[in-house]
């Protein structure tokens, strides 16, 4: 099990490998949360919500959630292969939304939705 530090390292990590351009306008950032977000949509402890593409008053950013990556880690016994591969899945996902958001797309977000 990756500790929320160790997580949070291999995410700054993660963070340098995308070009600069994908930051452009995200003046919040990528800030990971020792959290766990249940997903509302299903029974408790089944689903959980990884991370969030932020577009409000606080500006635009990404919400990572260290402790849904944990549960999920626990259910499943995952490796130190899988924490890293649903770290970066999931940073990659929502610095896509950013991006689609400031090109007014909303494809991954109508994805996202079915």
């Keep these: 099990m990756l ?20 930051y452009k306008d995200l003046n919040g950032g990528i800030s990971l949360l020792p959290d766990a977000k249940p997903d509302p949509e299903f029974p408790p402890g089944e689903m959980y919500i990884m991370g969030e593409y932020c577009n409000d008053q606080m500006g635009r950013y990404i919400l990572l959630y260290y402790g849904s990556f944990a549960a999920l880690a626990k259910q499943e016994d995952w490796t130190d292969e899988d924490w890293e591969d649903e770290l970066y899945t999931t940073l990659a996902h929502e610095l896509t939304h950013h991006v689609e958001g400031l090109a007014g797309e909303r494809g991954l977000e109508i994805k996202d939705e079915l």
């Design 3 to 22: 500790t929320f530090d160790e997580a949070g390292e291999l995410l700054d990590e993660m963070a340098e490998e995308f070009p600069p351009v994908f």
